[in-house]
């Protein structure tokens, strides 16, 4: 079939479908169930043709049919399958309004997904919409991943959030948020708790210290570093101790301890890359508030012995007579 045939055969459909909900004289009901058909139809062969104009509106009016019918899934999907071909027209997904409106499809099928009863799906929908979402508005996204990770969690779909959770951080990294990221680890934490997964929690624990250090306020990094002690798969793990000995360099000002630290702990090497570097990064003379090092400290945050307490106990004079 030719080119100009198969465009005749969609403009065909789409007048059908529309023919499906218009009244006339002799027809009363609208049947939606049957014009969803023909609209999505119309649809597939405006997208194989390329024609991004008319599959939009073909694709749209599906969606729209299919809500009204209470065909709910396949509402969410044709909105779905809409956003994923203009996603594919690099002229559209180029442009800063382009991504504007791929982002809004999106978020128009995580609210019927929703509606629908099926979670997972919303929440998929809503990280591709803060994936999609300009760069100049990564608050938005944040909080769209905010939003996938509630759905989830919400629906006791648990299994799903380590991606979700791993996704916001990287957003929120890469943006320069490492405060706003801390509160979103502690989170991920707990439910890593409820799936059991106590290695997951242990490095969630160390990119947590991390990224406090790299906002370079020590007062900050401290207090939850030892905040840390009792949380879920930290307490007496390897990232605790790889933790500690960053802090313990930083606190006795030794750039050299530092960089020495993160090169040989092995937990350093498994954690996301993105804050692996951050930590290679880190300068002990940069940061701020640190307190005046100790002329004799014992440190117990490294042993079973302790209760994984980070614990500074000072020895007087009278002790050593």
């Not at 071909?85 to 997904?93: G, H, R, T």
Request: include cysteine; glycine fraction near 4%.
């Amino acid at each position: 079939m030719s080119f100009k045939a198969k465009e005749d055969e969609a403009a065909a459909l789409m007048k059908s479908g529309k023919k499906h909900i218009t009244k006339s004289l002799t027809k009363w009901s609208l049947d939606h169930d049957s014009a969803a058909m023909d609209f999505e139809k119309a649809a597939k062969v405006y997208t194989h043709l390329g024609n991004v104009k008319l599959g939009k509106e073909a694709w749209l009016a599906a969606s729209a049919s299919h809500e009204i019918a209470k065909n709910l899934f396949f509402s969410g999907k044709a909105l779905e399958t809409c956003a994923g071909m203009l996603k594919d027209d690099a002229a559209f997904a180029g442009s800063e309004e382009g991504q504007s409106e791929l982002s809004d499809l999106y978020i128009r099928a995580s609210r019927i997904f929703a509606l629908d009863g099926k979670p997972e799906r919303q929440a998929d929908m809503l990280q591709r919409a803060a994936k999609i979402t300009p760069a100049s508005k990564s608050k938005e996204a944040a909080a769209k991943m905010i939003d996938a990770i509630d759905a989830l969690e919400d629906n006791d779909k648990h299994h799903y959030c380590p991606d979700a959770y791993r996704a916001l951080i990287l957003l929120l990294v890469r943006n320069g948020s490492y405060t706003e990221a801390v509160p979103i680890i502690k989170r991920a934490i707990k439910t890593y708790e409820k799936l059991q997964q106590p290695a997951s929690g242990a490095k969630a624990g160390l990119e947590m210290i991390i990224l406090c250090a790299a906002t370079g306020d020590w007062v900050l990094a401290d207090r939850e570093f030892r905040a840390l002690q009792d949380a879920y798969g930290f307490a007496h793990s390897q990232e605790q101790n790889a933790a500690f000995s960053l802090l313990d360099a930083i606190e006795q000002r030794d750039d050299e301890a530092l960089q020495q630290a993160v090169k040989n702990e092995s937990p350093f090497q498994f954690i996301i890359p993105e804050i692996a570097r951050i930590a290679k990064k880190l300068k002990a003379s940069t940061m701020s508030n640190v307190p005046p090092p100790k002329k004799s400290v014992i440190h117990g945050a490294t042993t079973a012995a302790t209760g994984g307490k980070h614990d500074e106990i000072e020895e007087d004079d009278e002790d050593l007579r």
